[in-house]
């Protein structure tokens, strides 16, 4: 007979469907394999990585004061500033041993190649460091020996500067892991060299130096991470105004819209049902086509209604008047002098009716572009120029510059203007320009096409 019960439990005994894949495991446990896990990431699996020096950034801070073929230069400040280092803990290695310009060489060399290993491999330079010690020691003379150990002068001044180094290029915990390893590194001497040597070990001068370095580099990562976080947070924040705002202005051109359409879609409805009253007779095909038109009519004005709801905002209120026109623009133009803004209109072309969409989107960019000015440019000239031109309206706003000195000072806007004026162009298939002038002044330029008949009847 099969014994069924070792058949199942068997699997239970290990592996990730065992029971031990569920046995609880404690905060001190899990705390403590992460942290392995990390020192195995930070200091042995990224021991050999490349991770080459990049050069430095010209376009803020004091970087930005040189110019020319020094400007040129400037980019590897951090390379020539490591190897100057590493040349100086090299001189204060070579001071070291006094068995000759060969064993020198040899004791300074191996303090200067961590701290330029560091440009390339950060990760390998730690460990070169550490690796230095065991192999200039022995090289150097008998007064060495009876120096302070394991880290000679050179040594003491290479390790110093590849571990801060080292945490400017990697991150707070793999300079923590750094710390505590070089603290277990001198422990290690100590127990190997005994309690004799005790009062010439310099382990507890290197962990005091290197913790207030690497305490100075963990500030300067915080201060940097949380300056990019800010400047990430205020990059989402300007999109979503700007998102916000373009969705305001399109709003708003939808609600003032709506009576533009709404009045032509009722004349459809209407003349619909009154076409079959207007001729004699009439068949049957033709009333029923024109009462199909006039459905068709009243139910997308039904439909533009329910939309329109949906847009409109809780406060909003219908306007009582009809929306304005060009015809309106010597009225605005009146209001904006009184309001003190010295303004000359300029008409070109044969005045013609315009399709009131296009009508309604050019006083609009007019209104907005003369109250930008208001706002912006307190005391300045303004001119409008209007254009009927073939295949459209040609607009130009233009205003001076702020007159010196000025009594009113400028009043910073949202930017929502310029977004409104090229919603509109954009709604209408036009072109618009905006900016400064050569004088000082804004200028707003703007084409609204619009088709002429014989190419509708077409």
Known sequence: MTNTTETHTTPLRGGSGGYDAYKPRSPEFRAAVDALRGLRHDLISDAFAYRPLPPLRVDKGLSRLP???????????????????????MIIGADTSHQGTTTNLFVGLFALAPILL???????????????????????????????WPWLPGGFACHLVVLTVVAVRTRPRTAAWMWLLTGAYGLIWQGTL?????????????????????????????????????????????????????????????????DVVAHHMSVVAIQAEAAPYRVENPPPELEKAFATIRENAVAALT???????????????????????????????????????????AVTGAVRELPQGVELSAYRIVQEALSNTLRHAPGASARVEVGYVLGGLGLRVVN???PQPSLVKPSPGAGHGITGMRERVSMLNGEMTAGPTDEGGYEVTVFLPVPRMDEDDV
């Open 400 to 402: 001076g510059p702020l």
């Open 194 to 258: 005994g309690d004799s040597h005790y009062d010439r070990s310099n382990t507890v001068e290197m962990l005091f130096v290197s913790a207030l370095a690497l305490l100075v580099v963990s500030v300067w990562h915080i201060r940097r991470d949380a300056a990019q976080t800010v400047t990430a947070q205020q990059t989402v924040t300007a999109h979503e105004r700007s998102r916000r705002t373009l969705l305001e202005e399109r709003t708003t051109i939808a609600r003032e819209l709506h």
């Open 118 to 148: 560091t440009t390339v491999r950060p990760v390998m330079a730690f460990w070169l460091s550490l690796a230095a010690t065991l192999i200039t020691y022995p090289v150097a003379s008998v007064n060495a020996w009876q120096q302070n």
């Open 303 to 345: 439909e533009l209604r329910r939309v329109l709801g949906v847009v409109r905002a809780e406060d909003y209120e219908a306007p009582d008047a009809p929306q304005p026109t060009l015809a309106d623009l010597d009225a605005l133009l009146a209001n904006v002098r009184e309001a003190g803004l010295d303004v000359e209109k």
């Open 67 to 89: 110019s020319g073929r020094l400007r040129e230069y400037a980019i590897w400040t951090p390379h020539a500033l490591i190897t100057a280092v590493g040349l100086l803990a």
